[in-house]
């Protein structure tokens, strides 16, 4: 029976085996966290912001212009009346039009969109920095706590980019490890390929995210030479 057991053991359930008690210490957390945030969420009739508006009001302004104006792909509404066109990225933007797309949510109440597209977010974010952390350290729960930390999951609902980039930066990080692991050319070739699609779409969420993202890439570079050179 162990025989014919360890024939059918492929990888991916030795690795489930492995992380099987953390992966569902992060599953736990992502259920009661989503019951508290919708519990006392629920019955919200605004955009929780400044009464200014602050950047809450303004990407769901920038959303609404998308929705109105989807070809205007880096025109930003907020400064139309300066007679400028700003580009600003706005992957984060796109999301947010995705799920109000799927959802059944009049125009006016677009925003709502946002609180079902932040749980998504924050199961893809928990297990994604779970799988470089668990990689880098090589310590189950020490991973655990670092991937609910890096999430700060107290910022939900994630009305403003900085969610967007918390999700793939982990698979950015993740490629790029991969990429310094590998000594065939072909399997380099692949890596950079999908490092370099991750990096237009990290670079484009926010401005800070294109100077670190790029950022990396230099310093992943300096570190790959340095380490030819020893």
């Known amino acids: 029976m162990s025989e014919s057991h360890n024939q059918t053991s492929t990888p991916i359930r030795e690795w ?33 912001s400044c009464i200014y508006g602050c950047d809450a009001y303004y990407e769901s302004g920038a959303t609404l212009d998308l929705i109105n104006n989807p070809s205007h792909f880096w025109q930003s509404s907020a400064h139309d009346y300066l007679g400028i066109v700003n580009p600003i990225p706005k992957m984060h933007l796109y999301l947010r039009v995705l799920f109000y797309k799927i959802l059944p949510f009049d125009y006016y109440n677009a925003w709502k969109a946002v609180f079902f597209m932040s749980y998504v977010l924050l199961a893809i974010g928990l297990f994604a920095w779970y799988f470089f952390y668990a990689k880098i350290f090589k310590n189950k729960y020490l991973a655990v706590a670092l991937a609910i930390g890096t999430m700060n999951i107290s910022g939900m609902p994630f009305f403003k980019y900085h969610s967007s980039y918390l999700v793939f930066m982990p698979l950015y990080l993740l490629l790029l490890v991969k990429l310094f692991e590998e000594n065939s050319l072909k399997k380099e070739l692949l890596w950079a390929g999908l490092i370099t699609i991750l990096t237009v779409v990290i670079s484009h969420i926010h401005t800070m995210t294109f100077f670190i993202s790029y950022f990396m890439i230099g310093a992943g570079f300096l570190v790959f030479v340095l380490k030819t050179i020893h």
């Open 16 to 48: 489930f085996d492995t992380h099987k008690i953390p992966l569902l210490i992060i599953f736990t957390v992502f259920i009661l966290f989503s019951i508290f945030v919708y519990v006392n969420t629920k019955n919200i009739k605004s955009i929780p």
